[in-house]
């Protein structure tokens, strides 16, 4: 199951290489590497025998299994899909990493001056030519403008989920991945093992608290990532209009790429995908007041402009 370490990771948006994040890894790390949610996982793991480490690997991989089942938007039996094909006022019993994934963005969405909205499935499969998905998530559907409605009501202590509103459909794919890092490395962090970086598709990333310090290489653009703390990068280069905003269910990006450095891969991800609909006065605010750094880059090979404390060095 373990590999050799690989010296760094490309990102997802390998049609476009450039920018992309490289991590200059300690030898000593062992690379256990999954694939799941259409994409690569590297779990970059040390601090204990390599057997060890890979057991605790296949537990990880395991999980990302089981959150997929639970999030996906093209899965028919998921928690996301049976969601959405609620009518209003009912309400189904859901697993706990979907009640927890459900918080963490709309915790995300508050911090991000909803620039990030979980309820954007519809714009978002017809923006990836992906209409037919719409069936199993309960059929065509007005779309609706999702921003400033209460779509799903949460009870955290039953694991029960509401539905509210009808239109707007349920698509945590903008904060999925990043959930399930969070989720890997509190499950590492019971099998004792707290050095290492987790990847999901070279476009995030998250340190493991007891890990050295890194340096996280954006072209030109170097950067220090704490212990403890995510990176996650978001960009049109490979799907163009992908992107959605929250106001009007269109295709938003102002940017051709973002960077988001946060407490958290889940945070991290959405961010990075906020970011592209953002002014920089909305940037610069949220650095501010959330303890979020961003990057943003207009065009390709333009100069990357900085909010926050994204530019640290060890």
């Known amino acids: 199951m373990g590999s050799a370490p690989t010296r760094f990771c490309n990102s997802i948006y390998r049609k476009k290489p450039s920018p992309v994040i490289q991590f200059p890894l300690d030898p000593s790390l062992t690379a256990f590497r999954h694939s799941a949610m259409a994409t690569e996982w590297v779990l970059y793991l040390g601090g204990q025998d390599s057997a060890y480490l890979g057991s605790a690997a296949l537990e990880a991989f395991q999980l990302i299994e089981q959150i997929e089942d639970k999030l996906s938007l093209y899965r028919e039996n998921s928690d996301v899909c049976r969601i959405n094909r609620l009518s209003i006022e009912s309400s189904i019993q859901?697993?706990?990493?979907?009640?927890?994934?459900l918080e963490a963005a709309f915790a995300a969405s508050a911090m991000l001056d909803e620039t990030f909205n979980p309820f954007l499935g519809a714009p978002a499969l017809q923006a990836k030519?992906?209409?037919?998905?719409?069936?199993?998530?309960?059929?065509?559907?007005?779309?609706?403008?999702a921003a400033q409605k209460h779509i799903v009501a949460i009870d955290r202590q039953n694991r029960v989920a509401k539905k509210?509103?009808?239109?707007?459909l349920l698509d945590l794919g903008g904060i999925g991945k990043g959930f399930a890092l969070?989720?890997?490395?509190?499950l590492l962090l019971d099998w004792e093992i707290d050095t290492g970086l987790l990847v999901s598709g070279g476009s995030t990333a998250l340190a493991l608290p007891d890990t050295k310090k890194e340096?996280?290489?954006?072209?030109?653009?170097?950067?220090?990532?704490e212990p403890g703390r995510?990176?996650?990068?978001?960009?049109e280069g490979v799907l163009p209009n992908h992107i959605i905003a929250p106001l009007d269910s269109q295709p938003?990006?102002?940017?051709?790429r973002s960077w988001a450095?946060?407490?958290?891969?889940?945070?991290?991800?959405?961010?990075?995908?906020?970011?592209?609909?953002?002014?920089?006065?909305?940037?610069?605010e949220t650095a501010k007041n959330a303890n979020i750094a961003f990057a943003i880059q207009a065009k390709e090979g333009e100069a990357i402009q900085t909010f926050g404390d994204f530019r640290q060095k060890p």
């Not at 030519?129 to 403008?145: A, S, V």
């Not at 509210?164 to 707007?168: A, D, K, T």
């Not at 995510?230 to 960009?235: K, M, N």
């Not at 938003?252 to 051709?256: L, S, T």
């Open 94 to 101: 859901v697993d706990f990493d979907t009640i927890a994934c």
């Open 129 to 145: 030519d992906q209409i037919d998905e719409l069936e199993h998530n309960g059929g065509p559907k007005e779309n609706g403008h």
């Open 164 to 168: 509210l509103e009808s239109g707007p």
């Open 182 to 186: 969070d989720r890997i490395a509190e």
């Open 215 to 225: 340096t996280l290489r954006l072209e030109a653009l170097d950067c220090h990532l």
């Open 230 to 235: 995510a990176i996650a990068s978001s960009g």
């Open 252 to 256: 938003g990006a102002r940017y051709a």
């Open 261 to 284: 450095v946060a407490d958290g891969a889940a945070l991290a991800d959405a961010a990075s995908t906020a970011a592209i609909l953002m002014t920089s006065e909305q940037l610069q």
